[in-house]
């Protein structure tokens, strides 16, 4: 790999600090792609310890790279019904083309971390997925989110991702506590 196709990368990499997503921060703007990625990354790596059958190296780096088909074409809300093969296929596209200044093997790498965590087959892949869903349900509890925002959709959210994990466990029903919260606070 020469120095300027990692600098043409990582200048590419710059749109997904540009790329909102649904959720918003504490104080009301909406969260980027790049932020919720760094974030999912950070709760991966405080569980480590506690799930050494899994590969966190891949973890980590399936973390920072899930998203990464999003750089073009943004973020779709789960809530918006979509085709999910076609949108899966958008995104391994925008992928591809993120990643095109790369070497073949190290397109092809992140790639396969992509379509692994799209798939959802692997431990590996549970847990992010899992994670993903989980990170996201925290943003919209801890976020400042507009008037009418729909709480309830967090309870169900990602639930088909649960883990058979004790730690686990505790920590999605802490964050479903937490909207149900949110739920009573912002019922008149």
Not at 9 to 20: G, H, Q, S, V
Not at 25 to 34: F, Q
Not at 91 to 107: I, S
Request: proline share 3%; with cysteine; charged share 35%.
């Amino acid at each position: 790999m020469d120095a300027k196709e990692i600098i043409t990368f990582i200048k590419e990499l710059e749109r997904l600090k540009d790329t909102t997503r649904s959720a918003y921060t504490k104080k009301g703007r909406r969260e980027s792609v790049a932020e919720h990625s760094w974030r999912l990354a950070m709760f991966a790596l405080a569980l480590s310890d506690e799930l050494k059958s899994l590969d966190m190296n891949k973890v980590i780096s399936m973390c920072l790279v899930h998203d990464l088909g999003e750089a073009y074409d943004g973020d779709i809300s789960a809530t918006v019904k979509v085709n999910h093969d076609k949108k899966v296929k958008k995104e391994e596209k925008g992928v591809e083309r993120l990643t095109d200044a790369l070497p073949p093997e190290n397109q092809d790498a992140i790639l396969a971390l992509c379509k692994e965590y799209n798939k959802g087959e692997t431990d590996e892949a549970k847990f992010v997925k899992a994670l993903d869903k989980m990170e996201t349900i925290i943003q919209h509890t801890q976020g400042t989110n507009p008037p009418g925002f729909d709480y309830t959709f967090n309870l169900t959210y990602g639930k088909e991702y649960e883990l058979n994990d004790p730690l686990m466990k505790k920590i999605r029903k802490l964050i479903d506590l937490e909207t149900k919260k949110k739920i009573d606070d912002n019922t008149p």
